[in-house]
């Protein structure tokens, strides 16, 4: 079992800049959900997506959006860097889109620096 | 608005000792509590959900509804325990929108 993967582990941008962030789920898993880490504090709710269609969005701006492909992997982009978005960006997959108790599956995450 | 709430950054205990992590919440619904774990240089990984009353590795928790809390417990601390302890809440339809606290840092000295 691959786990959870995400490309790349690190990435060095500067401000104003734009990012993509990839991420392939658990074989068999159809929802994928990112998070953001800032250093010192717990990982925060970004995009849920589930049979390719959003099911949920944090209070991100606009900057951020995703998408999700037939193959169900999924990809992260932000744009118009700020210093503010660097961050560890995890992604977790899980088996279904909705309801409660879910066991979300994470991945090792892409380290984001921007300068 | 869902928050959590982890008093404690950083908690230290002697190997044998019993370890408790406190975790508050606020939430207007009837939530769904977990406890998520990272060891060093490994993955997040989900330790408990307060749904499945299951132990794992010793631990337990229990959802005080009247106090909002959800505090994890073992009795008997082990050097393997070190790791950082993350509480999240999930409302009932939100699925993978999990909210996390800011995390607590167990080390269990020898």
């Known amino acids: 079992d691959a786990g959870v993967t995400q490309s790349p582990t690190h990435l060095i941008k500067t401000r104003g800049q734009h990012v993509t962030l990839r991420c392939s789920p658990i074989?068999?898993?159809?929802?994928v959900s990112w998070y953001q880490q800032v250093l010192g504090q717990g990982p925060q709710f970004i995009f849920q997506?589930?049979?390719?269609?959003?099911?949920g969005r944090g209070n991100f701006p606009d900057r951020f959006s995703a998408r999700q492909f037939p193959n169900y992997s999924s990809e992260l982009n932000v744009n118009a860097l700020l210093l503010g978005d660097s961050a560890l960006y995890l992604c977790?997959?899980?088996?279904?889109?909705?309801?409660?108790?879910?066991?979300?599956?994470f991945g090792s995450g892409t380290q984001l620096s921007v300068l | 608005a869902q928050r959590v709430t982890q008093p404690e950054k950083l908690l230290s205990v002697f190997k044998g000792a019993p370890v408790e992590l406190k975790c508050n919440y606020s939430?207007?619904?009837?939530?769904?509590l977990f406890w998520y774990v990272q060891y060093s240089r490994q993955r997040l990984q989900l330790l408990l959900r307060?749904?499945s009353r299951e132990s794992i590795k010793g631990f337990t928790a229990d959802l005080n509804k009247g106090e909002t809390s959800f505090h994890l417990k073992k009795p008997f601390a082990q050097e393997e325990d070190s790791a950082m302890y993350y509480c999240?809440?999930?409302?009932?339809?939100?699925?993978?929108?999990?909210?996390f606290g800011e995390g607590t840092q167990l080390t269990v000295n020898p």
């Open positions: 977790a997959s899980s088996s279904v889109g909705e309801g409660a108790n879910e066991k979300l599956f």
């Open positions: 074989s068999g898993h159809k929802s």
């Open positions: 997506y589930y049979e390719k269609e959003e099911r």
């Open positions: 939430y207007s619904g009837s939530p769904e």
């Open positions: 307060h749904i």
């Open positions: 999240a809440l999930s409302g009932q339809t939100s699925g993978s929108r999990l909210t």
